[in-house]
């Protein structure tokens, strides 16, 4: 594999990370849960989260500059994501992996 920077490396690693963790809390915990854990909103926000992060990692491995904009929608929508896990609670877990993966990305923006 070709190099690839560290700082760039360490964001790859947040996005599959955090599409991981966000993927599985909502097909597992949120579908098992119910309730406000399922609403359409708050489930469309896991699976936009997980996707984005899905998304932007492919974008800094295949080496496109288009990472920067895929990194920064990433940013915007795992603090989202993040903001309202925390809300629905009993998902630290994936509030954790959403806040290192939007902090990871804005530094990938600067």
Known sequence: MAH???????CIDEC???YSICLSTAMKHC?????KHTEP???????ACAEICRTSAH???????HHKHTCRE???ICAECA???ERVGDMQECVDACRRCA????RMTA
């Not at 920077?5 to 360490?10: A, I, N, V």
């Not at 579908?31 to 309730?35: D, Q, S, T, V």
């Not at 974008?59 to 500059?65: D, E, K």
């Open 74 to 76: 990433c940013a915007e």
């Open 83 to 85: 903001d309202d896990c």
């Open 16 to 18: 599959l990370s955090c």
């Open 59 to 65: 974008f800094m491995l295949i080496g496109t500059p």
């Open 4 to 10: 690839i920077d560290p700082g760039m490396r360490e």
């Open 41 to 47: 909103p708050h489930f469309r926000l896991m699976m």
């Open 31 to 35: 579908l098992e849960m119910g309730g």
């Open 103 to 106: 902090e990871s990305c804005r």
